[in-house]
């Protein structure tokens, strides 16, 4: 009796959520019909400063992978590699804010730097939006060409009945839905209903994680990269997110349940391949339309990995959840904890930056060890389009110059209080540190506990 019941459940669950989704993906505009979007966001002139951010990859790893990818390697012979780096927070946007304004500002409504110069052609991508005040000159990760609105109304359905589907998620929720959902019947009625021709690009042949929509689009993006010879000055700026946990792919870029999968150190080395490989084909895009040269190019990521990683699973269907620790880092400093924190050890603070400037041409990639700070692009992107006496305010090393031209700088890093502090700035002190010391020796001399 009781299985009878139960199954009656099961069925009506799934007829109801499928009668809804249908009716709801069924209402939506024909994605073929594009709305306005930001058109500039490829399109480059005869000056270029482009900034290229990854979320979420450790210096140490990114070295890492270079040292054994040839082909890698062999593309950014003309940057420089900087493997000691420092973000001022743990977390992207405000992470991104000391590293556009030289040091962390709490309001953030009447912003005086380059992204807001009316005489430069501006568009960004994702997460730099917060720093742009007029919003025309960004594009929403999933606003590339509307090809969102039917992912996101799908995504609204799964997280409705299921609960988040990030990194809290339990998949018995996701499992489900997915095998539901996820078949090729679902994907074609979709092509066929909201991209009126069932031969379009479907993005629910790859997309099973919020966090993935922008690899999709990383492609549509740079697939269509156009030299504009009308546009004189311009600033390109992009922030993904598919290199973050809790997204996992393999090498090749296809997605790994990431409730299934390790998410592991070991497996940031398979994550780093796939960055790579799209890496290199932005890069070979830049070259093919003659923008490269021309242009100062920043790629870099907006800080490291957690200390630890929180596993939530299931081990059949009618189990919600169980939990479980697991370190992310073996080896020293990168293993330790900062004031006993959960997520945010010494680890998640150190990011990586390389970085061409126009017309550079080397032989071999240029390997920096100097301690740096993200802080130091804002005077990086500042020299690329005005004078030092401009760019001097910030108090900041120009990355692309000689090692001989830099200075002694003080620095804003934000520390997690104790082991309770999550995503709240309250949650943070903050610190001042000198560049002449490392992040270990600052961490000890200041008496910090780290364990």
């Not at 929720?173 to 994907?187: A, E, L, P, R």
């Not at 830099?406 to 890093?413: P, R």
């Not at 309770?420 to 600052?442: A, G, H, M, P, V």
């Amino acid at each position: 009796m009781k299985k009878k019941k139960l199954s009656d459940f099961v069925f009506r669950f799934i007829f109801i959520y499928v009668v809804i989704n249908l009716i709801l993906i069924s209402s939506k505009v024909n994605l073929n019909k594009q709305n306005n979007f930001n058109s500039k966001i490829n399109q480059f002139g005869k000056q270029n400063l482009i900034i290229l951010s990854f979320d979420g990859l450790t210096g140490i790893k990114m070295f890492e992978e270079i040292n054994k990818n040839i082909e890698l390697k062999d593309t950014i012979k003309d940057f420089i590699f900087y493997k000691n780096v420092t973000t001022a927070w743990p977390f992207t946007n405000s992470s991104i804010n000391a590293e556009i304004n030289g040091k962390f500002i709490k309001n953030i409504s009447n912003l005086k730097n380059f992204l807001n110069d009316e005489n430069l052609d501006v568009s960004v991508y994702s997460s730099y939006k917060n720093m742009v005040l007029n919003k025309k000159n960004t594009l929403e990760k999933g606003k590339y060409k509307n090809y969102s609105g039917s992912y996101k109304l799908n995504k609204f359905m799964q997280t409705y009945f299921t609960g988040s589907t990030g990194r809290w998620a339990t998949s018995i929720g996701t499992s489900f839905v997915d095998s539901i959902f996820y078949n090729k019947f679902y994907k074609k009625f979709i092509n066929i209903v909201s991209f009126g021709n069932k031969d379009k690009i479907n993005p629910f042949d790859k997309i099973y994680n919020e966090y993935f929509v922008d690899l999709f689009e990383y492609d549509l993006i740079f697939d269509e990269i156009s030299f504009n010879e009308n546009i004189k000055n311009t600033v390109r700026a992009y922030h993904f997110t598919f290199s973050h946990w809790p997204v996992l792919v393999d090498e090749n870029c296809n997605e790994v349940n990431y409730l299934d999968a390790e998410n592991s150190y070991q497996h940031e080395s398979i994550v780093i391949k796939c960055v790579s490989k799209k890496i290199i084909k932005f890069i070979n895009q830049l070259k093919k339309n003659n923008i490269y040269d021309n242009s100062m190019i920043i790629i870099k990521s907006d800080h490291g990995k957690p200390n630890y990683i929180q596993k939530t699973y299931s081990e059949n269907i009618f189990q919600i959840f169980n939990k479980r620790l697991d370190k992310y880092y073996n080896q020293y400093p990168y293993n330790l904890k900062i004031n006993d924190s959960f997520y945010w050890g010494y680890g998640r603070y150190k990011a990586f930056v390389m970085i061409k400037d126009r017309n550079m041409n080397n032989n071999n990639l240029e390997i920096r060890k100097r301690h740096i700070f993200l802080h130091d692009l804002s005077t990086t992107y500042c020299n690329f389009y005005y004078n030092d006496e401009v760019c001097n305010k910030f108090n900041r090393n120009n990355l692309a110059s000689s090692e001989n031209l830099f200075n002694e700088y003080i620095y804003d890093i934000y520390l997690p209080k104790n082991k309770n502090s999550f995503t709240k700035r309250s949650d943070f002190i903050k610190y001042e540190i000198s560049n002449s010391i490392s992040l270990i020796d600052f961490l000890k001399i200041n008496k910090i506990n780290i364990n």
